[in-house]
């Protein structure tokens, strides 16, 4: 039975490409019941005389990146623009908790259209102060383009960000293969979204690493998070963990809290307590609100 990784799932398909070919396949009938199949996943696959194939086992998975659902992916390159859109301090955060949330072991900051100036040392500032590696790049231009294939090189990395930020203009310059781009609203000033579904791109280096290319989104459903689990998303709070007066601590309004007295100091940047804060309200109030209905 050969084994295969799903490139993309579309309409039910998923087209699986094993060491031979790309197999398009669907799913057996009791697997569906069972659980999702995503881009990134390892599978068995039966293959049908017409040449298409049927996803007969779901092998076990290192990793589930949670929105956009990508399996297996052991890096991540948060794309941001310097402006164009503008970057925003708790967008910048609701990214990085979402990769952190999901496991992923390997969490990279990119700041995309730096030859337009804007707010990208700001966004530097804030993301290195968290310990996240920062590269600074401009597809238009070409700068950065060298040190950020450098670090995509044997990995399977998913680039996820909000709309507009470039991402698919980064992925042309890596790739060699021509994607859809758009453009940002004059209206609103946002991203339009040009990625339709999640799908791995081979790396054009042959280093056998995949890129994979999600669809773009400004908003994040985090409320699902363990609010107790939430301070341990954030890096630059974890040596404080443990040290507070009451156990549990919230961080939020009690007293002789290590957390909020590091901000006070300014071991932990206030922007990124700020958006801790109004991640928890966000979790807090969702959990009312099931609890109520």
């Excluded at 908003?219 to 443990?242: S, W």
Aim: charge should be positive; proline fraction near 5%; aromatic fraction near 8%.
């Amino acid at each position: 039975m050969p084994i295969g990784r799903v490139i993309k799932a579309y309409n039910s398909f998923f087209y699986v490409q094993t060491n031979e070919n790309l197999i398009t396949c669907k799913l057996r009938g009791k697997f569906k019941k069972k659980q999702g199949v995503y881009p990134g996943d390892r599978v068995n696959i039966g293959l049908l005389p017409d040449g298409t194939g049927v996803v007969e086992e779901l092998l076990p998975r290192a990793s589930l990146l949670k929105r956009p659902l990508v399996a297996n992916v052991d890096q991540v390159v948060l794309t941001f623009a310097a402006a164009e859109p503008d970057p925003h301090p708790l967008l910048v955060s609701r990214f990085l908790v979402l990769a952190e949330w999901s496991g992923i072991a390997n969490v990279i900051v990119c700041i995309n259209k730096c030859d337009l100036g804007g707010k990208a040392a700001d966004v530097c500032a804030l993301c290195e102060s968290a310990g996240y590696r920062v590269l600074l790049v401009s597809a238009q231009t070409g700068a950065g383009v060298e040190a950020l294939k450098a670090v995509l090189a044997g990995h399977t990395t998913c680039f996820a960000g909000p709309s507009g930020v470039g991402k698919s203009s980064l992925l042309s310059a890596v790739t060699g293969r021509a994607l859809q781009t758009g453009h940002v609203s004059e209206k609103i000033r946002r991203g339009r979204h040009t990625t339709r579904v999640a799908e791995l791109l081979p790396f054009a280096d042959g280093s056998d690493g995949y890129i994979v290319d999600t669809p773009g989104f400004s908003a994040m459903e985090l409320d699902t998070i363990d609010e107790q689990a939430l301070p341990t998303l954030f890096p630059e709070m974890q040596p404080y963990l443990g040290c507070c007066r009451f156990a549990p601590c919230s961080h939020s309004h009690e007293p002789d809290c290590a957390v909020k007295e590091a901000v006070a100091k300014g071991f932990i940047r206030q922007e990124r307590y700020d958006a801790y804060l109004a991640i928890l309200e966000e979790i807090r109030a969702a959990a009312a609100k099931r609890k109520k209905y």
